[in-house]
């Protein structure tokens, strides 16, 4: 398994923008699809983005406006946040599945990182 640890969070107001960096620690980074969640305050967590070798998938409430990719060479994993809005406010977490095919989606994964929060204000 990999260890994953999530940086990049902080307060942004509306409008503005953040990148989330997930660095991982361990063997076979690229066998991993790597996704991103979050977790609102009295919400259950929810997909937000997954990235194969080179394939993404976005959850429907931030396409168009987050961008996800990967470094091999740095086994790291990004999060652009672009036009952020109050409702993204959230714990975000990095998430690792080992897969030999491409996945559209994630509900678990086989690693996961202490989360790093997002405020956006009004």
């Known amino acids: 398994q990999v260890q994953l640890v999530e940086s990049g969070g902080g307060l942004v107001q509306a409008g503005g923008s953040l990148r989330l960096s997930c660095a991982a620690s361990g063997r076979a980074f690229s066998t991993y699809a790597m996704g991103w969640f979050r977790q609102a305050p009295g919400k259950e967590r929810e997909f937000v983005a997954v990235?194969?070798?080179?394939?993404?998938y976005y959850a429907d409430s931030v396409k168009g406006r987050f961008t996800i990719s990967r470094d091999n060479a740095k086994n790291t994993v990004y999060l652009q946040m672009n036009s952020l809005k109050p409702e993204d406010t959230a714990v975000y977490y990095c998430?690792?599945?080992?897969?030999?095919?491409?996945?559209?989606?994630?509900?678990?994964?086989?690693?996961w990182g202490q989360g790093t929060q997002v405020t956006v204000s009004s």
């Open positions: 990235i194969n070798l080179s394939s993404t």
């Open positions: 998430a690792a599945v080992r897969t030999r095919v491409p996945i559209t989606s994630m509900r678990d994964a086989d690693s």
